[in-house]
Each structure stands twice: as structure tokens, then as C-alpha cells.
């Protein structure tokens, strides 16, 4: 179990789907947001992420300014930034915006570096140098960077491990800094990451005098693994295995770092997964998006280390995810309150959280698992959260973004009811809090990472798309439909006879009906939903066609809120209805179960793209006499009006303007 | 318009559902609340409300421990209590509880003076008059009388009129006194608070140099009329007026108390009713109950001064709550932030507010309405509030309420789901914030009061149940079987031949079908569902019995949370199902609505109750093969079960252990 994550250089993806996402991340998202981090961009909001940088940089060189008296900044009403008083003039010297706005430069690098792995760009590279070169400056002697502590006052630097993000911050720039080291060979950054992380090797750790403390918002874990895995230094693999090992032991580090307030109603620790230890842990509970970054952690070591038992927890914690706690867009964390899992089978609709970076996460730690053992539940819900709860979260034109990632829409109701205000109608320019669009960026731009591991001899396809990727002594190139068809064409051309194994994934969505026709014989086997073919020799052709009928499918009976709606899928892709094409009032709308659901290739969202058409009916109504007010009337059997239902995919909504949207529709 | 409220002594109430309820107050609710005024059940939370008293008291005469410097008390998690360190001994001089803590005294007393009306008890009587000294000596020397800032610092008084409760406890205060004085003579109370209003009266209004705000929760409006029209002070009414009149003037007085913070994403004023002037308010907003509260102060100053713009807005603002944002049990408040209304047509049902005290101030509101004209939409509503969302506030026992009163609860719900926690699936014992159990005992004490009013010649009965009033020279028996049946029988009796008019509401509920029976010919005409009798002379029998078929009801099509399910009602008696009776998952019930509604009367509540047998069919979901996850399904036809569904009264559930409730059921 030790299977590899793949060189995103040895991926060339050519794929009408994905290049133009790809392209779209690219050519409008990384310029936009290199924008964004310089507070170029008028209609959004300051981010400060290189203004932060730059007056570190500044103390840094004159170390006279470095005070040590840490200067509480001003946070305002909008959720705990810092803001200038006159944000047209912010101060040179001052730190704004949130406390992990550092990681906002981390996204971008990553995102550029691996954009320039598959598509070289002098310019974009250059302005990443230069980039570089500001925050390289805001580092410390000895090795910390942080802006925020470097700009308040260093005396109470990891003094506040739970509520703050200085080892967020070290995750993102390993991650950024490995990602801009593979692509372009340079290693100034990962040698600043490098010396950051050793810094931090230094201060935590279980020897005496060290902090034995761990990240409140996770990503250290799996970043110092990566780094591990990418530098052959065992001392970041030890930390992040200190990191996951300490998580949650008792007494509980986050108490007592802030002692609980009397009468507190739930002990924040669940929020951080730090309320036991993680090989305890069989629920996942709290902020989804630090759930998941966790357990890619852990997942990581369970793979390096051969820990059964962190394997076994890992497997337990995917089963209270994907069985209990998903949407059926492979949305994660069903309320808003904390960005968190709800209990299991608590899925409401039009209230739920799912916020995009959640299901990216989600994406991480299903690729890790993949690592561990292909089965193809990782895969499945690995792509149903990609054609679903995460390109949701970008516009069609790459320049707007969701957040949060309802299943049913009501724009009334949104506005009026506070208890729906995280939920937004449209998708918004920018956030104050910009993680979802950057994580977008770096997993869009990352995407044939996902797409294959390898393992000895074998390589997995987990997922389809038009792309190359060489293994040992056998190129393959694959052709795909996917998500318009079911169509899969794979080429393999190997000089002579190879030991090389291709394992397919046959998607469950199809049901295992599927069409395979190759040009010569090959040996296969089915294991965990994957197809293992070997016997190449020469050229060989495979064409696989999985069925891709348009499905009925209801949630589990236990989920209160789907009960009698169902949802329409076909193949990866959920459905949903707008009003746009169905008018107002969604909830009238029933389905015919019995009818056939017709296709229909539309081009209104550029690409050709599926769109359905069901049979239904819209109830209407009928009134009756009053009981005590007219807001209640006796009842009286409603009339139907027969309709045809169109069905768009789920990522494609609120590309038309404003409407009410849902999912679900009713049985 | 000027319809009469009826002096509590002259309604004397004999009535087998009526009679029990003021029984269970008398016997157990005032004294348990007595004790819990004293901090002496050790299972609740300790009120400190006499404690505070007794302490103000102590400072009063001391006079030179009164300083004027502010010591702000400490606030605890739970909610703004100032609790003490070690609860087992409060110091002597503190005040603790919640700003307004003084008012739990003043709903007591005002209970207790209802309750001695109609039911002399002199130990009772000795009880309060210790009380009413205790309270008395706390008054400073100007009038003043509020003991948080007595104990605290005075330099603060009414510095915080928004979210302080000074003159919300003035009107309690005064509405305590009446009562009290109404029941037994006794006017020390009575000119306690003539003294406080007096200083208030000194302090604010138009004058210069005198404050130009007004409460932050409303109350004392009303209060203060009523004090006119006990005492006959025109000053009373004059300030009243003057803090309705000075409501959401431009410039908003709160807004300048407390200037908003910047981005903050509402107007705070509108929580208060305080946004704009209140006759240009057409839509209930905010705090469900300070809302009502306001109203029914407004519709006291229509009623005495003839404004008919202030009418219009009470006219605007009944229909808005009515018609457009009323749970069918007469709950109003859809939302728990704020504990506020939500917009037209937004009545989710398992995260309600639908507070207790919100559908007492409907009643206040409504009988208000009707002293201006009887129309039986007023009226309607009143019986409907009390029958359903009001008495659900209390259990059987009288020992346990709620503040919340959901139409739907799944118990694993509400205990895990962060958003839900306002709502109890159980009734509990006593609240910190204590205000819905002594409002219950206030309402039912003078049960009477709502019941009838008179203007000139006319008796309204507005609310039937077994009781006597005189009105001139007649006098009016009324038995009554409602609720448990529509039966009702008055018998009149005057001397010779009466000019007195008796006017019956013909409930709505009965759908204008209805019998009736005079012993002899009466001269009857039928106005704004009221049916006028007139022409007594010696004794006269009137039989009268109101259909009370059990109906199957439907919300608004308007409603999104209610499309598909309907409640069951009978009379003014909305019914609900429970798990003890209909098992698990009630939103898997669906009634059949071509079979009638059978009736049982059940003696499981104590008095004999009708409950109700509805033909019905439980859906079963059937498995088929997976989507991506075992949470999602293929669609396949349910199966059903033929099922009798058991309902019972809604205000009786949650009497018979925790389960699910659901109020609506699948159609």
C-alpha cells in the first residue's frame, strides 16, 4: 500500500473539458487574483496579502523596528480582519486582513506553479519570482514567517495555536513552495518553507521545553509529509507525525490554551478534531474543512508508516463521511454554524454550509486513500464532488465565486431570513476569507494528479480525460466523453512486450454495464471496482463506453429533509432545476417516475452540455374556505398541470442570473 | 369604540377546562414561582429577583452606601446574567439576574391579584403584602424603582434605554399594582408605582432638558393607559402617547444611543419596532413579543383618542401577523434570532419560535382590537392562541413550560444540531430569563377578562366557557362544552325587560354552521361574526351548538415548508401526532383525505379530551442498488402500510415522555 502520487509534469492533459477549465484558472483566475493579493481590484475587497509581506519585509531589514510588545490589531465587524480606519491609504507598517492572510500568497504560487508545469509562461513566471523575492524578505533569521506576528509583535508567536494560523500558514507555503519548485526547478521558496519548517521542528515537539501543541486549522500534516516525501528529510515526516500523534491527547492542548468559559454549551475541541486522539476517532465532527485536511494528514501517514490502526480510523472516518454526512453533489458540512458536520443524515438543503474547499478537501483525502488501496469508493465520490459540489463554486467566466453550495435556493428567502445569509443567490466576486477560489485554482490546475497514481507496475486511471501519462517502458493516451458520454478511448503504445498493468476504474454510476472492445487480447481482472489490464505489446486500443442513463436516485430514508423528492443524476453529474427554465415555485414541481428522462445538448454554457428533460407535473392549488385566517384554507385535493422538467447540471447553476434552484424535486 | 374591559370580580368563571387551568396556577404555578422569586428550589436556576429587592432596599437606607458610580456587573455566558462567583452564597449587596429581574416580582403579584379576585385566599394575601413591603422599601425617595441600578450606580439610569429594561419594568410594575389593587383594596403597590411613573414622566417627553427616548422593549405603554384608566391621571395617558408618538422619529433615538457598528448587516431598530414612526408600520417586524406588546399599547390609544391613522397601522399590522406570518397554533416568531418575526410566509416548523409570551401579547393585542370593534378575526385568533400555542406553554402538572413551542420535533434533532437548540423536546423546569411562566399565570388567572367585554348596553362574549357576568340589569349564566364540544348554553335573567344586548361570536371555525335554540323569540341580528341578541325579559334559555367536524387544514401555497402536508384541527383545536402513539419518523405519515376523522374521548390528560383517528398510510422506503454512496439510491416505488393515525391536542403534547411531534402531515 504505498501507491504514488504522480509528477504532474509526466500528465499532459488535452481534454475539451478539463484544458478549458484549465485554461479558464489560467488566463482570467491566477492574473486576477495576483490582482486581488496586490489590492488592485476596486469592486473587491483589499486583500493585503502582499502589502503584509511587504512591511515585513521593511521591519525585517530594519531589525531596530522589530518590537517585541505584541500590538493587538483593530478587528472589525467583519469577521476578525484587521482593517485600516481609511482603507484607501492603509498604513505602511501595519498588519490588515485575516490572520492567515500569508496563505493567500501560498494558494496562489501553488496554483501558478502547477499551471506552469503543464503550460510554461515567461511573464506569469516573472511576476512569480518577483512575488517570491517580497515574501523571502518578510522571513526571519531564524527561519519564522508569519507577517502577522513578524508586523504585531513576535512575543506572542504560537501563543494561540487553536484561534490562529501560523501552522496553516507553514502548510500552505510547503505546499505552494513545493508545487513552484517542480515546476520551475527553483528552490528559493522551498528552502524559505524549508527553514519556516525547521523553525517550527524546533519549538514543537515532545522533547522538554518544546510546545506540545498542534494546528488549529490543519494542513501542516499532510504539507510536512509532501515535503517529506519531496526533500527525503525524516525530520518533516516526524513532525507531522508528532502533529497527528498529539492531536487530541489528554489534557487537551486547546484548553488549556483557552480554559473553557463556564456554561459553554460544546467543548470547541470537536470544532478542531482535537476532542480525542485521531486513531479514536470514527465521526467526523467539526469544521469540515479541517476535518478533511486532517485526515489527508493521516491518511499520508497511515501509507507511509504501515500504522493499521491510523488505517483503520482513516476507513472509518471516509464511512462517516460518505454513508452519513455527504451531499449528493459531494457537498460537506451541513450547517453554518462553524463550517461543520451536522450530526449523520442531517443534510438540509436550503441551510446547508458544503462549502467548496470542504469538497476539494474531501478530494485530497480521497486521493490519499487511493494511495493506500484503489477501490473505487474513493474514486467515485473523488469525481462526483469534482462534475459537482466543486465546480459549482466557479462562474462560468472564471471571475465569480460560491463559497457555500446549496442544494435549494429560494432568493427571497436568502435576503430576508438571517439564518440563510451564508447561502448568496449568485455566485460573488471575491471574499474578505479567499479560500475557496485559490483552492479551486490550485485543484483545477493539479487536476492529472487526481486523474492517476501508479504502483509498481500498475497505473490507476481514476479518472477520465483526454490526457497522456507515461509509465516505465508504456506511454498512454487516453480519449474521454466524460461528462457528456460514457465514451472512453485508451491508446497504449509500448516498444515490446510490457509488464505494465493499466487499472481502469468502471465507475459505479454505470452500474457495471459498460463496453470494453480492445485490438488485441489483453489479460483483465476486476478488483475494487477497477479493471486491471495488462499484456500490452505494440499498440493497443481500448474503447470502453459505461452506460450513462439518466437515474432516479432518493437519499437514504433517514434523511429527513429529502423524504419524498428524489434527485436526477446521469453519471457523474447531479441535476438541478432553475427557475429560469421551470419558473418560480420549484417546490410545486413533482416528478413522473415512470416516464423516460430525454437528453438534450445544449450550448448556452459554451461547451455542449447535457441537459435533461423529465415529464411531471406542477401542483396547483385550490382554494377553499378560510380556518381562522386566510393563510389556512380547508383542504381540497389540488389540481396538476403537466410539465416538462428541465434539468441542468448542478456545477452550471446561477449562470443565468438570478432563480430559484433545487435539487431535489418532488416524488 | 370604546368597548369596555370587564373588571376581573365581576366574571366568575365555573368550568370544568377553565377552572382546572386557574386551579393549576393558583395551587402550583404561584407558589413554586414564589419560592423561585426566593431562590429556594434548588433544581432551577436562582431567580435573585427578591434578593435584589431586600439588597436595594438595604442600600435605600443606608443612603451614603448609594454612590453614583457605575460598577458594571459581571456577565456571565448564560445569556447577560449577572450570576454570582459562588452561587451557594450570593453577597448581600450585589445585584444579580437579568436587567429586567425586577419584573418577575411584578407578573407574580399580578398573577396572585388576579387569582385573589376570584379566589380570596388570605394566607396568599399575607404573602404578597410581605412581598409588596419588600419591594416598596427598595423605591428611592424620587420614585425611582429599579433595583439594578439602585444597587449598581444610578449615574447610569436610563442612559440605556434600548437594551436596559427600566421602563419595561415600570410597566410591569404597573400592571402588577392594579391588579393587586383591584383584588383586595390595597393601594401601597398601586402608589409605588404612580410614584415611579410619576419620575418617569418627570424625565422624558418633549420638554427641554428632559430625554426624548423611549422603551426598549415595550410595555409600558400599555401599562400607563391602563393606569389612566384606573387612576383617571390624564399625565398617564400623556406619556404613554408621547412614547408611542416619539417611536422611530427621525433621528432614531436608539441609532444614536448606540451608534451602529460599521457593516453591521441590519438595522437594530427594527428588532425594537423603532425604525420608523409607527403609523407608517404595516408589517410586524422584529421581537415577536416587544411587537405585540407595542401594538396593543397602539390600540389602546386608537381606542381612547380616536386616531384613526394609528388605527389603520394597528389594522395593517394585525393583518400582517395574520395573515402572513401566524403559525396555525397562533405561534408567531419564525425565527430564533432575534426571537423575532421572519418575512411573509416563512413559518418553518422545527425552527420556530413561536414563543409562549408572543402569543399572549397576541391576545393582549387582540382584545385590545376587539374594545374597538368586535369583528370575530380578533377573537378567532385570541381562541386560537389560547387553545394551541399558549397552553402548550405549560404542562399537565403546572410544573414545567416552554418557552419555544415547535409543530415539529425530531428529539435527536434538537439535542444535536447546533441550530435547533432553542427548542426543547421536553418542557422544563424554570427558565433564567423567567418571563413565559408568570405571563402564563397573568393570562390565566384573568381568563375572565378576555373573555367578555361591554360597551354601552352590549355584552360581548367574546370566549365561551362555564362562568356568570351581570351586565345592567341582566345577568348572563354560560355553561360551555369547548372544546371538547361546540355546545353552549346561556341562560339570561333580568327583572322585567332588559335593554341589554348579548352578543355570541359565531366562531369561524364552525364555518357559519351552527344551532340555536331561545326559549323565547329574541330579537337577533348577525354583525362581523358576533350574533346580536336582544329582548330579555325574566329568564331566557339560549341553546347553541357549533359544528366542531374535525377538518383537514392546508397553509398558504405561499408557505414553502408546509407544500404537500395539512394539519388536522377541530374547532379551535389544532392537533398533532406524537411518536408514543403513531411510532417513529411521522414525516413517513400520510393521512388518507377521503376518510372521515373518527373521534375518541381519552382520559389520559386528566379531564376527558377528544382525540382523533385519521385513516392513513406510512411510506416504506425500498432498497435499490447504490449511487456513488449506500446514502443515495436508485429510485423504486415505495411501499405502504395502511396505518390508523392517532392525533391529540397539540397544546397536550410532549405530556407523555420525549418523541417525536409533528403538527403537519404528509398528504
Known amino acids: 500500500m504505498n501507491g504514488q502520487h504522480v509528477d504532474i ?61 505584541f500590538r ?15 482603507p484607501s491609504s492603509p498604513k505602511e507598517d501595519e498588519f490588515y486582513g485575516f490572520v492567515f492572510q500569508d496563505s493567500d500568497f501560498s494558494k496562489w504560487i501553488e496554483a501558478v506553479g502547477y499551471s506552469l508545469a503543464t503550460h510554461p509562461d515567461k511573464e506569469l513566471e516573472a511576476v512569480a519570482d518577483g512575488a517570491i523575492d517580497i515574501v523571502c524578505e518578510a522571513q526571519l533569521p531564524n527561519g519564522y514567517l508569519d507577517t502577522y506576528y513578524i508586523i504585531n509583535g513576535m512575543d506572542r508567536s504560537f501563543k494561540d495555536l487553536r484561534d490562529h494560523h501560523e501552522l496553516y500558514c507553514l502548510g500552505h507555503l510547503i505546499e505552494g513552495s513545493i508545487s513552484y519548485y517542480e515546476a520551475t526547478g527553483k528552490d528559493k521558496l522551498l528552502k524559505a518553507a524549508c527553514r519556516f519548517a525547521d523553525y517550527v521542528d524546533s519549538v514543537f515537539g515532545y522533547e522538554e521545553g518544546k510546545i506540545k ?53 460544546y467543548k470547541i475541541d470537536y470544532y478542531h478534531q482535537a476532542h480525542i486522539p485521531v486513531r479514536e476517532q470514527t465521526e467526523a465532527v467539526g469544521h469540515a474543512v479541517r476535518a478533511v485536511y486532517l485526515y489527508s494528514g493521516m491518511a499520508d501517514m497511515a501509507r507511509l508508516s504501515g500504522d493499521k490502526r491510523l488505517l483503520e480510523a482513516c476507513d472509518k472516518l471516509w464511512d462517516s463521511i460518505t454513508k452519513e454526512k455527504m451531499y449528493i453533489t459531494g457537498g460537506i458540512g451541513a450547517t453554518h454554524l462553524g463550517e461543520a458536520f451536522s450530526f449523520p443524515y442531517d443534510l438540509p438543503n436550503d441551510t446547508d454550509y458544503a462549502e467548496t474547499c470542504a469538497s476539494i478537501g474531501l478530494v485530497f483525502f480521497a486521493r490519499r486513500m487511493l494511495q493506500i488501496r484503489a477501490d473505487r469508493k474513493y474514486s467515485d465520490v473523488m469525481e462526483l464532488a469534482l462534475f459537482n459540489g466543486i465546480l459549482s463554486g466557479i462562474s462560468l ?29 449568485v455566485r460573488q466576486k471575491w471574499f474578505g476569507c479567499a479560500c475557496c477560489p485559490p483552492n479551486l485554482a490550485r485543484l483545477v490546475a493539479s487536476i492529472g494528479t487526481y486523474a492517476y497514481t501508479t504502483e509498481g507496475d500498475t497505473v490507476y486511471a481514476h479518472l477520465y480525460m483526454g490526457s497522456e501519462i507515461s509509465h516505465k517502458d508504456t506511454e498512454f493516451k487516453f480519449e474521454s466523453d466524460i461528462p457528456n458520454s460514457g465514451k472512453v478511448k485508451v491508446t497504449a503504445n509500448t516498444s515490446g512486450r510490457s509488464d505494465v498493468v493499466l487499472a481502469l476504474r468502471i465507475p459505479s454510476w454505470c452500474g457495471d454495464k459498460y463496453e470494453i472492445k480492445t ?12 479493471l486491471y489490464l495488462k499484456g500490452f505489446e505494440g499498440e493497443t486500443v481500448i474503447d470502453i463506453e459505461f452506460s450513462m442513463k439518466p437515474l432516479i436516485v432518493v437519499a437514504d430514508n ?29 417546490r410545486d414541481i413533482h416528478i413522473d417516475t415512470d416516464t423516460s428522462i430525454e437528453e438534450e445538448i445544449t450550448t448556452e454554457f459554451g461547451l455542449p452540455t447535457v441537459a435533461l428533460k423529465a415529464s411531471g407535473y406542477r401542483k396547483i392549488s385550490v382554494s377553499e374556505g378560510d380556518y381562522i385566517s386566510p393563510l389556512y384554507k380547508t383542504y381540497k385535493k389540488e389540481e396538476t398541470e403537466d410539465i416538462k422538467i428541465r434539468l441542468i447540471p448542478y456545477r452550471l447553476w446561477a449562470n443565468r442570473g438570478e432563480g430559484e434552484m433545487s435539487v431535489y424535486i418532488g416524488l
Open 9 to 69: 509534469k509526466k500528465v499532459r492533459i488535452d481534454d475539451e473539458f478539463w484544458s478549458t477549465k484549465q485554461e479558464l484558472i489560467r488566463r482570467k483566475v491566477l492574473p486576477y487574483q495576483w490582482e486581488i493579493l496586490n489590492d488592485r481590484v476596486p469592486e473587491a475587497a483589499p486583500s493585503y496579502c502582499m502589502h503584509n509581506f511587504k512591511a515585513a519585509g521593511r521591519l525585517n531589514k530594519n531589525r531596530e523596528l522589530l518590537g517585541n510588545a
Open 72 to 86: 493587538e490589531p483593530v478587528y472589525t465587524f467583519r469577521g476578525f480582519e484587521a482593517l485600516p480606519e481609511d
Open 213 to 265: 501543541g498542534y494546528p488549529g486549522h490543519e494542513i501542516a500534516e499532510m504539507a510536512l509529509f509532501r515535503l517529506y516525501e519531496t526533500t527525503g528529510e525524516e525530520r518533516y515526516k516526524k513532525l507531522a507525525e508528532y502533529f497527528i500523534d498529539e492531536r487530541g491527547q489528554a489534557p487537551l492542548y486547546f484548553d488549556m490554551e483557552h480554559p473553557t468559559p463556564k456554561g459553554q454549551p
Open 397 to 425: 467566466d472564471g471571475t465569480s465565486f460560491f463559497y457555500v453550495n446549496p442544494l435549494e435556493v429560494i432568493p427571497e428567502a436568502v435576503k430576508k431570513d438571517e439564518r440563510k445569509w451564508h447561502i448568496k443567490p
Open 519 to 530: 485490438s488485441r487480447e489483453l489479460i483483465s481482472e476486476v478488483r475494487g471496482g477497477y
Open 558 to 586: 433517514k434523511v429527513t429533509e429529502d423524504k419524498g423528492r428524489c434527485a436526477v443524476v446521469r453519471g457523474p453529474v447531479v441535476y438541478c432545476m432553475e427557475e429560469k427554465d421551470n419558473g418560480k415555485s420549484l
